[in-house]
């Protein structure tokens, strides 16, 4: 094997090796709000047993809850979409929803947080016609925010994406702190669902150089004479 495809083929190895490690999963409790189990249409208020379970909320009574979404309306509470995962989601009209993960935060760490959001599109009652309203998630390190974000804007005919990551390198004060989730909400009645939550590995300069060598040195010797 000549001397160049070695090159090529070991910073390859080396590169794909370092972009392809794969972040861990952190489990969300309740992350999908299925527990508890409720019919169609079916709401809890978050002061009331059972509440919003594993989420610690803060609001004024019945303004949060999990809520049964009907798929098409024959319900009590119809809408025109179902949930993003299962068939419960969390609603809010003011306040927030925390939950503490347990995670304890590590150095050279990517957090991810990925939250499915939208808008309760609601044909009848006191939010009827209800202006999508503003929201913001955020990571946690003992109760400090370190990530967030707001966009995209809800909608109340499709479930989005809503993505918040923080950098952890070495010399953070945050190393060793808790990682938490927090929700809150400008108004009625944002939508939040599926929340997942990764740590990944934060890829090394020099591995990343391997990855860009390899790539280069692979184009150069495809490239025509």
């Known amino acids: 094997m000549k001397a160049t495809h070695k090159l090529v083929l070991i910073a390859g190895i080396l590169g794909a ?12 409790q309740n992350s999908s709000f299925e527990n508890p189990a409720l019919a169609e249409g079916a709401i809890t208020l978050h002061q009331t047993p059972p509440g919003v379970p594993n989420w ?11 809520i049964n979404l009907d798929e098409g309306g024959a319900g009590a509470n119809p809408d025109f979409m179902g949930a ?3 068939l419960n989601v969390l ?6 929803a925390t939950q503490a993960t347990g995670e304890i935060i590590a150095a050279d760490t990517t ?5 499915a959001i939208a808008h309760r599109n609601i ?5 009827a016609g209800e202006l999508p309203n503003t929201y913001l998630i955020e990571l946690l390190a003992g109760g400090t ?23 952890i390198l070495a010399g953070s004060p945050h190393i060793g702190q808790t990682l938490s989730i927090r929700f809150s909400v400008g108004g ?12 990944s590995p934060v890829p090394e300069p020099a591995s990343l150089m391997l990855a860009s060598l390899g790539v280069f040195l692979l184009y150069r010797r495809r490239k025509p004479a």
């Open 17 to 28: 090796s370092a972009l392809s490690s794969m972040g861990a999963m952190i489990t969300v």
């Open 56 to 66: 610690t909320i803060a609001a004024a009574n019945n303004t949060v809850g999990i």
């Open 84 to 86: 993003a995962d299962g």
């Open 91 to 96: 609603w809010m009209n003011e306040g927030t």
């Open 111 to 115: 957090y991810t947080l990925t939250v």
């Open 123 to 127: 044909t009848g009652g006191q939010f």
């Open 145 to 167: 925010p370190i990530a967030s974000s707001s966009t995209p804007a809800t909608s109340g005919t499709a479930w989005q994406d809503s993505v918040a990551t923080v950098d």
């Open 188 to 199: 009625p009645q944002p939508l939040f669902d599926n929340v997942r939550l990764d740590g």
